[in-house]
């Protein structure tokens, strides 16, 4: 327990807002939590794995009764409370792996947590016995066959698609999926897929995209176009529900 405190607390410093990927962190931490409210609208209990940087638990507090939060991270936890001091929700301290309740939740969100865990079947056998007979999990995951990974491959900079780069290790990334290999995970674990997309289609590195003009409306077009290409994209998000 004490060792996964510290790792845990250890990977902090990307999920301040000067980490090296604090752009690209905005744009799809702000993006994603739209898409899954698109989805079900408003939901009477939301429970969150994470609060990661930060930038979700205000987006799913406001389209829900009841908003439940797990971290296990004292620090984030600390981090979070000094930012958002009239957050509505409830925030427990506990791994994913411990937390237990007799409640029932709608919605299920595990933004970008599956890549992070040690063992991400745990966690889902664990998550899906507390999902209403109705209710839905929201996963989203990095992307191992994204476009600017392929082309890291093809360029010599990544020696194996599924291989960790330096700012995967940076985030404490354990691991990379793509389309089929997260699905299988998700249906090998009790659920059934029920939807689908792609988040953020990134055709070049963040440093060239500077470069160009119009920064910000390239990158909110890439977030657009990439729904509909998951395949190519940085991020998969799916939908599933237990089966």
């Known amino acids: 327990m004490t060792a996964a405190a510290i790792n845990l607390d250890a ?4 999920y301040r807002p000067n980490g090296a990927t604090a752009i690209e962190n905005d744009l799809i931490l702000n993006w994603y939590p739209e898409r899954i409210i698109k989805r079900f609208g408003h939901c009477g209990s939301l429970l969150e794995l ?5 930038y979700t638990p205000g987006i799913f507090n406001a389209a829900c009764d009841r908003h439940v939060i797990i971290e296990g991270s004292q620090v984030v936890i600390d981090l979070f409370n000094e930012k958002s001091p009239d957050f509505s929700g409830e925030v427990v301290f ?3 792996e411990d937390f237990d309740t007799e409640e029932r939740f709608d919605t299920i969100v595990m933004g970008f947590v599956l890549e992070h865990v040690e063992d991400p079947g745990v966690v889902l056998d664990r998550f899906r016995k507390f999902l209403t007979p109705d209710g839905r999990l929201f996963a989203a995951v990095p992307n191992a ?6 082309l890291g491959v093809e360029l ?3 020696d194996d698609i599924y291989s960790l ?6 985030l404490g990334h354990r691991r990379q999926y793509c389309r089929d ?7 090998r674990h009790g659920y059934s897929m029920t939807y689908q997309e792609g988040i953020y289609l990134k055709p070049l590195p963040l ?10 409306e390239n990158l909110e077009a890439m977030l657009r176009v990439g729904i509909e290409f998951p395949d190519l994209c940085v991020a998969l998000l799916m939908e599933a529900e237990a089966a």
């Open 207 to 216: 440093g060239v995209l500077k470069t160009l003009p119009d920064f910000q």
């Open 11 to 14: 990977v902090t410093s990307e």
């Open 50 to 54: 994470g609060i990661g940087h930060g």
């Open 156 to 158: 010599g900079k990544i």
């Open 145 to 150: 066959k994204s476009m600017n990974r392929r």
């Open 165 to 170: 780069n330096a700012n995967d290790l940076a």
């Open 181 to 187: 290999t997260f699905q299988q995970e998700l249906e």
């Open 94 to 96: 506990s791994y994913f």
